[in-house]
């Protein structure tokens, strides 16, 4: 039986820290702001958008939206990105992905402010993370980094394997752990022998954005186990991309979905928030 790492729990923490720090800047007259992006309706979005504005309410943020239509062009979305930029209102600025397909996402991330860029993807942050000089850390990943901190795991010397190599999650989360001195293995589509070295890991993060795609047999008894993913089963209930009733009795450590590593990609960006607030004001 599998200890379960609670997100929410550990992300009602993270955000009454972030309320607290929030209630001294607003003493000294800084009240941190975020703006929300989201164009197009697609409905996970819309939720994850949701649950946002009311983790901004729920800390004393001032918090924006921008809900753009699915026909917005490229040069609309910058021209608003630029506005956000020079707002001194706003500290963060979040545009939510995926985005419309005739939407340029790399042109988009490049645009908003490295001050301001919360989500920490754009390439300037991406390569202080690289050589741990930063003041941002992608949201997920930095979620994930908590709950270890939390159930009190120590990474150093264990063998990590991080399933999935997206710019957003498995790339920077390879590199948080790598940090704290774990032996880090990427796997990916490509990978020979997955189910080996996924058998292998004292640690597995798994994000694949497959429903259960994890198995019992994919996990070493006792290991640690992250879930990133968000699926709709084939009942079209919420699941992450461990098959969790089959390795949660394997497993020494596992995170639920939902519950486990969505909210606290929301904690974590109240933290940056707060951070681009204090750096915004010469604060940090
Ligand atoms: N720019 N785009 C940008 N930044 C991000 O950090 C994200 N991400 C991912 C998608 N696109 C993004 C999010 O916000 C994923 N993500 C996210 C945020 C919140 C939740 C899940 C993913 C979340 O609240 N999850 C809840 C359940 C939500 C539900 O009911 O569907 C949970 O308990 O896991």
New binding site residues.
């Given amino acids: 039986m599998a200890i379960l790492i609670s997100?929410?729990e550990v992300s009602a923490k993270v955000r009454a820290d972030v309320r607290k720090e929030c209630e001294e800047l607003k003493a000294k007259g800084i009240a941190p702001g975020l703006a929300v992006i989201i164009v197009g309706d697609d409905p996970?979005?819309r939720?994850?958008v949701n649950?946002?504005k009311k983790a901004c309410a729920d800390v004393g943020f001032v918090s924006e939206e921008y809900a753009l239509p699915a026909e917005t062009t490229q040069e609309e979305l910058l021209s608003l990105i630029d506005t956000l930029n020079k707002k001194d209102e706003i500290h963060g600025i979040?545009?939510?992905?995926?985005l419309p397909k005739h939407l340029d996402e790399k042109a988009v991330i490049n645009a908003i402010s490295p001050l301001k860029d919360v989500?920490a993807?754009h390439p300037s942050n991406v390569g202080r993370i690289m050589i741990g000089d930063y003041h941002f850390l992608?949201?997920?990943p930095a979620g994930v980094m908590e709950l270890i901190h939390y159930a009190g795991i120590d990474v150093s010397g264990k063998s990590c394997v991080v399933i999935g190599r997206s710019n957003?999650v498995g790339k920077p989360m390879a590199m948080l752990l790598l940090h704290e001195n774990g032996t880090v293995t990427i796997c990916h589509s490509r990978t020979k022998n997955l189910k080996e070295i996924c058998a292998a890991a004292d640690i597995l993060v798994a994000a694949v954005g497959r429903p259960k795609f994890v198995t019992v047999d994919m996990v070493k008894d006792g290991a640690v186990v992250l879930d990133v993913g968000?699926n709709r089963d084939e009942n079209g209930k919420?699941c992450g991309d461990v098959d969790f009733d089959s390795v949660e009795p394997k497993a020494s450590y596992i995170t639920p979905?939902?519950?486990?590593?969505?909210?606290m990609?929301?904690a974590m960006?109240m933290k940056n928030t707060l951070m681009a607030a204090k750096l915004q004001n010469g604060l940090s």
């Fill in positions: 997100g929410k996970a979005s939720v994850y649950n946002k979040l545009c939510q992905l995926p989500d993807f992608p949201c997920t957003i968000i919420l979905v939902p519950g486990g590593v969505g909210p990609t929301i960006l």
